[in-house]
């Protein structure tokens, strides 16, 4: 045998144990590693993201405060270094905020849900000079106290009527006394407003701390739901105004307190009743209040300037759609200092972007435009005349930080990492606080200068990284599908050990209702690792977005208008079509899962797809359009008397006598937004057509299924379900 022989099976033999040293190495590290568990996520909570506590600006924006405990901080802001100790308050607190001459802080504890964002607690003014804390109210807890812009008084709800504290006096006065439960209310929203146009607070301090201007709701006339609480000997009754699709809405009037002469004035919205004010605010004039109103079928808005003192009215802004305006717009008003300019959001050229107006509603400019979304507008530096703003230039799965000029040339990227970026920028422009996270990296918080320059990271959440650097991990891929109608996009999470000429059962995951994003680049924590549970047990998970979801624009969204449930189900089949054809793929073991919107697709696709779908989860599903409320099912489908086909033809009950696979629904008795009555109508479908089903209910759970060890429960029997099933 030859020197080089000798030499090349030496380098072979040493080669060969050297790869094999390597491959051991890491199949020892792969094996060390745990399989998440449902108790992992669900009882000891080991995946739970660390966010920064009570972090706010001071008035002074070189300096921002921070919660810890019951303690108050106070850091500066360029060197993000801890000043020190500001307050120990002596209760425990869930929020606070600073008066405007900040030497007082308003706070609350012993919070108490209501629905999903009214609630009511015990709020308290501590003093930073005497150290002393005074209890706002004696009377029974209160909600939403605010502060006036002056600092000396509080205004605040409590059984359904406004009221008002002289905070050097201590005296509290009534604004209104006709509240009364189920029949009027003032100051907060009703229960569809609340849900579906987003805020519970409907009262508004007058710049110069002169009025607050507040809704009153009439909803005497509106049908009740009556929710039965099972415990006692006998189950009490809860009864609430629900208006159902097509039913009758309360009456909204909006009305402004002066508290100089104590009187309330009512503002006229003209002879039509059957109205929307989707939003109330002051423009920078204290005695002109900017209102948003939206007529019953919501495609038409209008911003109507209601000066007080003059007591005119002036709309002096319209839009109309063909199908329907998108309450994200309503949020988007601005009202520049020179009180002469202001800034709103449309989607007059297919994607929504921000435009520039003069005080009478005439338009000056378009300040972005692009085939792209100008997602969230974050920050308005009148000096310099730039606009901060997050959007999907890059992707419709991503939000990135943006600056352009109100007034000529393109936007300027500030923040151009892949992921999502969500900005919480000081008042005056020169310092933000960036929540960045990536489909497999939880968030980060830092902090930054206006340029885009980083001064610190606040929380990096490296103690859940280094959990999870235990664990293992398939991470989220991104990818398309096309569909003989368009191309969706799609994340997946592959099984562990993932063997390209193996085949696995696919668990499909769906939401898709309008406007709305699964397929994004963000942190989504619990899910997530639930998902990589099922992966430990061999599971490929599947999410695609399908028409009618958000980020594309408005004709990709606004394409569901009045068939809700339709193109939408065509597609979620059709993508499992696709992932049928993947050679790793198990075509006969295929299921779809969902909640609330999602169960009503889920189990949509079980149904018209049951050729494709071995089996489907359900939770908390619309079963029947008419059964959800007028404002966000007439927003998507117009008014049931005028679209019954848009109502029927693709309600879950419709289609019942077409189940084959197996199917679990699942949902609260105390559901208040999507009623157990949906899963009771859609079980006697079933039931009716001779199907046969699992069906498991939560007594006295709401909407989000939650409460002591609930989520464990509902976890690990919807993973029972798919091991036996799927």
């Not at 309503?330 to 005080?359: M, V």
């Amino acid at each position: 045998m030859c020197q080089n022989q000798l030499f090349n099976q030496f380098f072979l033999q040493k080669f060969t144990k050297s790869l094999f040293i390597a491959f051991f190495s890491f199949a020892l590290a792969f094996a060390q590693k745990k399989m998440v568990s449902v108790e992992d996520i669900w009882q000891k909570y080991l995946f739970y993201p660390q966010a920064v506590e009570g972090f706010n600006y001071m008035k002074n924006s070189r300096f921002y405060t921070v919660s810890e405990g019951n303690k108050i901080y106070k850091y500066e802001t360029l060197s993000g270094k801890n000043v020190g100790l500001i307050a120990e308050i002596p209760i425990d607190f869930q929020d606070y905020e600073f008066n405007a001459t900040e030497d007082k802080i308003l706070l609350y504890n012993q919070g108490e849900a209501i629905y999903r964002r009214s609630f009511k607690a015990e709020y308290y003014l501590y003093d930073l000079k005497t150290q002393k804390l005074i209890q706002v109210s004696k009377n029974g807890k209160q909600s939403y106290a605010t502060l006036s812009p002056d600092g000396s008084k509080i205004a605040f709800v409590r059984d359904n009527n406004l009221f008002l504290v002289d905070i050097a006096t201590q005296t509290e006065i009534a604004i209104t006394t006709n509240g009364k439960a189920n029949q009027i209310i003032n100051g907060a929203t009703d229960w569809v407003y609340e849900e579906e146009f987003g805020f519970a607070q409907a009262f508004f301090w007058s710049p110069d701390s002169k009025k607050i201007a507040f809704y009153t709701f009439d909803e005497s006339h509106v049908k009740e739901y009556n929710m039965q609480i099972w415990q006692g000997l006998y189950p009490q009754d809860y009864r609430f105004k629900y208006p159902k699709a097509g039913e009758q809405n309360a009456f909204v009037s909006i009305s402004a307190y002066f508290l100089d002469t104590k009187q309330t004035k009512t503002i006229d919205l003209g002879a039509e009743k059957d109205i929307y004010v989707a939003r109330l605010q002051w423009t920078r004039n204290p005695d002109v209040l900017a209102i948003r109103k939206l007529n019953r079928l919501q495609n038409k808005l209008e911003l109507i300037h209601a000066d007080l003192s003059k007591n005119t009215k002036q709309t002096i802004y319209t839009e109309e759609s063909k199908t329907y305006i998108d309450i994200e717009f309503c949020e988007e008003l601005h009202y520049l200092q020179n009180g002469k300019e202001l800034i709103l959001a449309s989607e007059k050229d297919g994607f929504k972007h921000f435009y520039l107006y003069d005080i009478n509603g005439k338009l000056i400019r378009q300040i972005t435009k692009g085939a792209w979304e100008a997602s969230k507008l974050v920050g308005i530096d009148e000096k310099k005349r730039l606009l901060y703003f997050t959007a999907t230039k890059a992707s419709p799965l991503e939000r990135n930080l943006f600056v352009i000029s109100l007034d000529k040339g393109s936007e300027k990227i500030l923040l151009a990492e892949k992921g999502m970026h969500k900005i919480t920028m000081s008042e005056d422009c020169q310092f933000f606080m960036d929540e960045f996270s990536t489909a497999n990296t939880p968030p980060v918080y830092s902090l930054y200068e206006v340029s885009g320059k980083k001064i610190k990271d606040l929380e990096t959440n490296s103690t859940l990284q280094k959990t999870m650097e235990g664990y293992l991990i398939s991470p989220k891929e991104f990818f398309t599908i096309k569909t003989p109608d368009t191309e969706l996009n799609a994340w997946q999470i592959k099984p562990h050990n993932f063997n390209p000429s193996q085949k696995y059962p696919v668990l499909m995951f769906v939401y898709g209702g309008p406007g709305s994003q699964q397929v994004e680049n963000e942190w989504n924590p619990f899910d997530y690792f639930w998902y990589q549970h099922l992966a430990s047990k061999g599971y490929m998970v599947v999410c695609v977005d399908n028409r009618g979801t958000g980020g594309r624009g408005e004709a990709f969204r606004k394409c569901t208008y009045g068939q809700l449930g339709k193109l939408e189900v065509q597609d979620q089949i059709q993508a499992a079509k696709y992932l049928a054809t993947l050679p790793y793929v198990d075509a006969s073991r295929i299921g779809i899962w969902g909640w609330s919107y999602g169960g009503y697709m889920a189990a949509n696709c079980i149904l018209q797809g049951n050729d494709v779908f071995k089996a489907a989860i359900s939770v908390a599903p619309v079963t029947n359009w008419r059964f959800y409320d007028t404002i966000y099912t007439e927003r998507y489908l117009g008014l049931p008397q005028q679209n019954p086909a848009g109502y029927d033809e693709n309600s879950p009950n419709t289609h019942a006598s077409k189940l084959k696979g197996k199917f679990l629904l699942i949902h609260g008795t105390s559901d208040d937004n999507v009623h157990f009555q949906n899963a009771v109508a859609f079980q006697e479908a079933l039931i009716k057509a001779g199907k046969h089903f699992e069906s498991f209910y939560y007594p006295n759970r709401n909407h989000g299924i939650y409460g002591g060890n609930t989520r464990l429960h509902l976890y690990q029997l919807m993973t029972d379900f798919l091991m036996r099933n799927l």
